[in-house]
Nanobody
Framework: QVQLVESGGGLVQPGGSLRLSCAASGRIFSRNAMGWYRQAPGKQRELVATITSTSGGRTNYAHSVQGRFTISRDNAKNTVYLQMNSLKPEDTAVYYC????????????WGQGTQVSVSS
């Protein structure tokens, strides 16, 4: 099993910044991908950004956050970060951390979610 603990959510004004963190523990494969997804009220959960543990930390971003959000990770700490700048009201959502163990008998795991609210 894998446990994911998120932190860093909160209320911020439009144009502001927040940094989310997610610490993973448990049965973590050396090859994995970690990422952030979000779900706004009445909408489906959507990908925000992902980053791999190998290949130099290959990243993937949703078009809506490119240029504003940066995902990074510390493999030694099994922690992934999401730096969110130039936040917009439409970024308001519950943000979920995800870890996917890659390979045979891998699994997909979710954190409990952290609320990000962007409002004046």
């Amino acid at each position: 099993q894998v446990q994911l603990v998120e932190s860093g959510g909160g209320l911020v004004q439009p144009g502001g910044s927040l940094r989310l963190s997610c610490a993973a523990s448990g049965r973590i494969f050396s090859r994995n991908a970690m990422g952030w997804y979000r779900q706004a009220p009445g909408k489906q959960r959507e990908l925000v950004a992902t980053i791999t543990s190998t290949s130099g930390g290959r990243t993937n971003y949703a078009h809506s956050v490119q240029g504003r959000f940066t995902i990074s990770r510390d493999n030694a700490k099994n922690t992934v970060y999401l730096q969110m700048n130039s936040l917009k009201p439409e970024d308001t959502a519950v943000y979920y951390c995800n870890l996917e163990n890659l390979g045979i008998q891998g699994g997909n795991y979710w954190g409990q979610g952290t609320q990000v609210s962007v409002s004046s």
